[in-house]
């Protein structure tokens, strides 16, 4: 909002006579001098914001931010402010529609008057704070007490810092340890006790190695208040990188597994993400996932596919699997009817006790009939199909 400062000299000679030609410049010098300065922007104290219904039924300006006791959403995302040079409480939307960032009670913002409407824009960085820019009472017209603010579900963090920048870098940098950084690899980033973290980043800086870095939860806790921080992969709580010309120190999580087929090191054009857990999840139609050497997988416990069909091979693969404890059961029942068959044989006597006589005809007979029975049920077509698998099919090697 425009305001003015009067600068009006404490005294003025008023010479008598005629004035001359310069004593008239004089005197149009002096009133530009003493002219008041103008200035378009102002800035105001933050009481509160208006994000909840009940923010609505402000006791500033009720018939503004209500339609008929409805909130008017119109102002949904304003400030109720004071003007810390013109005085006054008003009610400010913020400038962008689009982008907006909310300011906290106690805080300060920049307010313009553009078409007879008071706006916002960002914040004034009194504690170059990305947590929290809370400063009370700076508004001269009035010295509040904190008691003036409404209470928030936010809380103050000295821990939350800035990403550390490098030169060229452009960082946007939340409240609550979150950030996005477009920068590159220009610099050799090792770690220290200014920019303390895990492990080094890279030992090479590159020129050309454009990188988009973004983190939600800030992992490593600065040494000093406002000491700007690194992004670490390891230790910040959820993490996508982008990279080009860059080595990565990420640590996996499967020790034991996937040791053979794993990178020597993440380094070129690679996208890493890494958290507690990622879900991917098509809503509609599939997932792809291509790869122009391998794609891999490793865990330390179980990977599971469930599905009505598995196919292994190609789509149209149509040998089924074997279930390895069904195909057991079948192949130990075949032992155990041969086992029985070869025992009946081993304990047939000879007639009359005398090598080459013939054995009994009926008792290998009746044992022949038996391992006949058992091979007959083993091998019906529901026996034959209880090994297969249901759902996971696969190639033959030759071809479908």
């Given at each position: ?148 603010y409404p209470s928030t579900d936010f809380e103050s963090d000295l821990d939350i810092s800035q990403v550390k920048a490098y ?234």
């Amino acid at each position: 909002m425009a305001y003015k400062i009067n600068n009006l000299p404490d005294y003025i000679d008023i010479p008598d006579g005629v004035a001359t030609g310069k004593d008239i410049v004089n005197t149009y010098k002096l009133a530009l001098q003493d002219a008041p300065e103008f200035y378009e922007l102002e800035p105001a104290e933050v009481l509160s914001v208006i994000l909840d219904e009940d923010d609505f039924s402000s006791e500033d300006e009720p018939s503004t931010l209500l339609e008929d006791s409805t909130p008017n959403w119109s102002f949904y995302g304003a400030i109720r402010a004071r003007m810390a040079m013109s005085g006054g409480v008003r009610i400010i939307r913020p400038l962008d529609s689009n982008i907006k960032e909310y300011p906290m009670p106690g805080e300060y913002v920049i307010v313009a008057d553009y078409f007879g409407d008071l706006y916002y824009t960002q914040k004034l960085n009194i504690r170059n704070s990305v947590n929290s820019n809370f400063k009370p009472g700076l508004s001269k017209i009035h010295n509040p007490t904190i008691e003036e603010y409404p209470s928030t579900d936010f809380e103050s963090d000295l821990d939350i810092s800035q990403v550390k920048a490098y030169h060229g870098d452009i960082t946007f940098n939340g409240r609550f340890g979150q950030s996005i950084r477009f920068g590159s690899n220009i610099t050799e980033i090792t770690g220290s006790d200014s920019y303390p973290k895990s492990g080094p980043l890279d030992k090479e800086g590159l020129q050309s190695s454009p990188n988009i870095i973004i983190k939600a939860g800030q992992g490593i806790i600065p040494n000093n208040v406002n000491q700007p921080v690194l992004e670490d992969i390891n230790l910040d709580g959820s993490s996508i990188w982008m990279t080009t010309n860059q080595i990565v120190d990420f640590t996996e999580s499967s020790t034991e597994a996937h040791k053979d087929t794993k990178p020597k090191k993440y380094d070129g054009n690679q996208i890493i993400v890494n958290s507690d857990r990622i879900v991917f999840n098509s809503k509609v139609n599939s997932i792809h996932a291509f790869s122009k050497v391998d794609i891999s997988m490793a865990a330390d416990l179980r990977i599971n596919i469930e599905a009505p069909i598995v196919s292994l091979g190609s789509e149209s693969a149509r040998q089924p699997a074997i279930c390895g404890d069904i195909m057991m059961d079948k192949f130990k029942a075949l032992c155990k009817a041969l086992q029985i068959f070869s025992g009946q044989l081993s304990n047939l006597l000879p007639l009359f006790g005398n090598v080459g006589i013939p054995l009994p005809m009926l008792e290998v007979k009746a044992a022949g009939i038996g391992l006949q029975k058992s091979i007959e049920f083993l091998m019906t077509e529901e026996e034959l199909d209880k090994p297969k698998s249901k759902v996971v099919y696969v190639e033959k090697v030759n071809g479908r």
